[in-house]
């Protein structure tokens, strides 16, 4: 098919790719006839290009300063406070924490977000940016954005925050973070047993970390949005041809042809409504019976049955079962909520900024603004630039927000995002995802961590033990389950060795019975990874393999309970 010889032909690249996958090659400027040819219309914009325009005035960003600047600064603050212009609090995780040092009309609603003046819904259009598609028809962006301004949001200002709420927990050790799905969504593989597999394997993996680990997880799905991806490159050549790069369906198509590779705005109205229905599913399986505790035994995919993985699972759902009947007996009933439904939110990379502002609201209950595309989204490794309009964007909403860190991060760096993003130290706003690869983990995560502990900021520090991990295995690109299961083992270590809290795991997986990463309980060899190699870009842990690791966490969560 056309996916899978420009699977082929890009694999190459692709292991050059994901050596230094978060540089952007030099571009230069392009003259008019270079604009028109069809080999040009997805350029990755200059470094200094600013997109679009707005009324408003100009915004400034909140960039950190020097770590000694801003130790000083912190000494003078109350001499300070009333001269500066410093953002308001987005949001506040927990009132109670506040109860006892502000008086009750402070703690009405929300503490209200920063003026218009300071930034709004288009005020990354003012700024650098990166990874944007170069749309060859600027009126029908204009078109599909006034249209998408008008549907209705994904999720909902409410949801949001009690996902903040959960993360707060997470950052202090109270809960445990579980968050995974496909690298990319598309239009192709869109159905509703795909989304019922994904979704029932991580209700899979988060009752083995809770019955394993005895702590509570907060289930986030890379789903309903997870649809655009950077690339290291503008365009690929296939069979000696030059073409636009496949950059996620709701941007492009991956079909080896100049048209198809044309940026087509309209792919976001057809990947709202995908999202849209996908929701609708997921809130239907959380709240209607089939997420119920009492089915844990049902949850189990029959290619898993006889798998080792799949008998592990099952006498755990046997202990469970025994534990219900034991909570029943107790008085519990099995139409108690949290016998009956679950809780479960979706986030995304925030990296298509027409589709995340075109979806940007203002809450009615409390005048603060949410990006309503999902309950959480992230920054990249490749556009977490300060200046930048990325970080510009998220700056301003009051989701839960993470960025996406690699070994190149140094402490200031790290400690000025933070700030940037969570000036006002609100725990549950921001969770720190490390990609490094295991043997640079244990050697850079440690400066990290004690950076961010000395600063006294407050965040969340997930795992993602899939990108730092990436090579091209038997002409495929691919990810060993060993080097994943040892990068989460040395990501435990470190936050043991230095004290701080583990607080959750990101992962790209299926819940189908695929050959993507070798290695593991399902025993995938290299000759094996053609005979279902069925990803759309980055290779996923199957469900032997996703289950496999769900277990080694809850053995590190219960030590931990343990050793505490």
Same mark, same amino acid.
């Given at each position: 098919?056309?996916?899978?010889?420009?699977?082929?032909?890009?694999?190459?690249?692709?292991?050059?790719?994901?050596?230094?996958?978060?540089?952007?090659?030099?571009?230069?400027?392009?003259?008019?006839?270079?604009?028109?040819?069809?080999?040009?219309?997805?350029?990755?914009?200059?470094?200094?290009?600013?997109?679009?325009?707005?009324?408003?005035?100009?915004?400034?960003?909140?960039?950190?300063?020097?770590?000694?600047?801003?130790?000083?600064?912190?000494?003078?603050?109350?001499?300070?406070?009333?001269?500066?212009?410093?953002?308001?609090?987005?949001?506040?995780?927990?009132?109670?924490?506040?109860?006892?040092?502000?008086?009750?009309?402070?703690?009405?609603?929300?503490?209200?977000?920063?003026?218009?003046?300071?930034?709004?819904?288009?005020?990354?259009?003012?700024?650098?940016?990166?990874?944007?598609?170069?749309?060859?028809?600027?009126?029908?962006?204009?078109?599909?954005?006034?249209?998408?301004?008008?549907?209705?949001?994904?999720?909902?200002?409410?949801?949001?925050?009690?996902?903040?709420?959960?993360?707060?927990?997470?950052?202090?050790?109270?809960?445990?973070?579980?968050?995974?799905?496909?690298?990319?969504?598309?239009?192709?593989?869109?159905?509703?047993?795909?989304?019922?597999?994904?979704?029932?394997?991580?209700?899979?993996?988060?009752?083995?970390?809770?019955?394993?680990?005895?702590?509570?997880?907060?289930?986030?799905?890379?789903?309903?949005?997870?649809?655009?991806?950077?690339?290291?490159?503008?365009?690929?050549?296939?069979?000696?041809?030059?073409?636009?790069?496949?950059?996620?369906?709701?941007?492009?198509?991956?079909?080896?042809?100049?048209?198809?590779?044309?940026?087509?705005?309209?792919?976001?109205?057809?990947?709202?409504?995908?999202?849209?229905?996908?929701?609708?599913?997921?809130?239907?399986?959380?709240?209607?019976?089939?997420?119920?505790?009492?089915?844990?035994?049902?949850?189990?995919?029959?290619?898993?049955?006889?798998?080792?993985?799949?008998?592990?699972?099952?006498?755990?759902?046997?202990?469970?079962?025994?534990?219900?009947?034991?909570?029943?007996?107790?008085?519990?009933?099995?139409?108690?909520?949290?016998?009956?439904?679950?809780?479960?939110?979706?986030?995304?990379?925030?990296?298509?900024?027409?589709?995340?502002?075109?979806?940007?609201?203002?809450?009615?209950?409390?005048?603060?603004?949410?990006?309503?595309?999902?309950?959480?989204?992230?920054?990249?490794?490749?556009?977490?630039?300060?200046?930048?309009?990325?970080?510009?964007?998220?700056?301003?909403?009051?989701?839960?927000?993470?960025?996406?860190?690699?070994?190149?991060?140094?402490?200031?760096?790290?400690?000025?995002?933070?700030?940037?993003?969570?000036?006002?130290?609100?725990?549950?706003?921001?969770?720190?995802?490390?990609?490094?690869?295991?043997?640079?983990?244990?050697?850079?995560?440690?400066?990290?961590?004690?950076?961010?502990?000395?600063?006294?900021?407050?965040?969340?520090?997930?795992?993602?033990?899939?990108?730092?991990? %990436? *090579?091209?295995?038997? &002409?495929?690109? /691919?990810?060993?389950?060993?080097?994943?299961?040892?990068?989460? +083992?040395? !990501?435990? =270590?470190?936050?043991?060795?230095?004290?701080?809290?583990?607080?959750?795991?990101?992962?790209?997986?299926?819940?189908?019975?695929? %050959? *993507?990463?070798?290695? &593991?309980?399902? /025993?995938?060899?290299?000759?094996?990874?053609?005979?279902?190699? +069925?990803? !759309?870009? =980055?290779?996923?842990?199957?469900?032997?393999?996703?289950?496999?690791?769900?277990?080694?966490?809850?053995?590190?969560?219960?030590?931990?309970?343990?050793?505490?």
């Amino acid at each position: 098919s056309a996916r899978e010889r420009e699977r082929e032909t890009r694999d190459e690249r692709d292991e050059g790719e994901t050596k230094d996958e978060d540089e952007e090659p030099p571009l230069k400027p392009r003259t008019n006839e270079e604009r028109t040819a069809p080999h040009m219309l997805f350029k990755t914009l200059n470094p200094t290009t600013k997109v679009g325009a707005v009324t408003n005035k100009t915004t400034s960003t909140t960039v950190a300063k020097p770590r000694q600047v801003r130790q000083s600064q912190n000494q003078s603050k109350s001499k300070s406070k009333s001269k500066s212009k410093r953002l308001r609090p987005l949001y506040v995780a927990n009132r109670e924490d506040l109860a006892a040092s502000l008086p009750e009309e402070k703690l009405k609603g929300l503490i209200p977000l920063s003026t218009n003046e300071e930034w709004n819904k288009d005020s990354w259009r003012n700024k650098p940016v990166l990874q944007q598609p170069d749309y060859p028809c600027e009126e029908d962006v204009a078109k599909v954005h006034k249209q998408m301004c008008d549907l209705p949001p994904l999720v909902f200002a409410g949801e949001c925050r009690n996902l903040s709420e959960k993360l707060a927990k997470c950052s202090r050790g109270e809960a445990f973070w579980l968050q995974g799905g496909d690298c990319a969504e598309s239009f192709e593989e869109f159905s509703a047993n795909h989304i019922r597999d994904t979704y029932r394997m991580l209700l899979q993996m988060s009752v083995v970390m809770m019955f394993g680990g005895g702590i509570p997880v907060v289930k986030v799905g890379r789903m309903a949005g997870q649809f655009a991806k950077p690339r290291s490159a503008p365009t690929e050549t296939i069979d000696g041809k030059e073409y636009p790069s496949y950059r996620g369906d709701i941007i492009n198509g991956p079909e080896v042809s100049l048209e198809a590779r044309v940026p087509n705005p309209n792919r976001l109205v057809k990947a709202y409504h995908q999202c849209s229905a996908t929701l609708n599913l997921i809130r239907g399986f959380s709240t209607g019976g089939y997420a119920r505790l009492s089915r844990v035994d049902q949850w189990n995919l029959d290619f898993m049955e006889k798998s080792d993985e799949g008998k592990l699972y099952m006498d755990l759902a046997a202990r469970v079962d025994d534990a219900i009947t034991f909570m029943e007996a107790c008085g519990v009933g099995p139409q108690s909520s949290i016998m009956s439904q679950t809780e479960f939110y979706v986030s995304h990379e925030a990296l298509l900024l027409e589709y995340e502002s075109a979806l940007t609201r203002e809450d009615s209950t409390t005048g603060l603004w949410y990006d309503c595309s999902a309950h959480l989204v992230w920054v990249g490794e490749r556009t977490r630039q300060l200046d930048h309009a990325h970080v510009e964007f998220l700056r301003g909403v009051g989701n839960p927000l993470a960025i996406k860190i690699s070994d190149k991060a140094d402490p200031e760096e790290l400690l000025g995002a933070i700030e940037a993003l969570n000036p006002e130290n609100n725990p549950g706003r921001l969770a720190v995802i490390v990609r490094m690869g295991a043997e640079k983990l244990r050697e850079r995560l440690p400066l990290l961590l004690r950076a961010v502990n000395d600063a006294g900021y407050k965040v969340t520090w997930v795992c993602d033990p899939m990108h730092g991990n %990436t *090579e091209v295995i038997n &002409g495929f690109k /691919s990810r060993r389950y060993e080097k994943i299961r040892a990068e989460v +083992e040395a !990501f435990f =270590d470190v936050h043991e060795q230095e004290g701080t809290i583990p607080g959750g795991i990101h992962l790209e997986m299926t819940g189908k019975d695929v %050959t *993507e990463c070798t290695g &593991g309980g399902s /025993s995938v060899e290299p000759q094996n990874l053609g005979s279902r190699y +069925e990803t !759309f870009c =980055d290779p996923r842990l199957n469900a032997e393999q996703s289950l496999e690791l769900a277990f080694y966490i809850a053995q590190r969560l219960r030590q931990r309970r343990q050793n505490s």
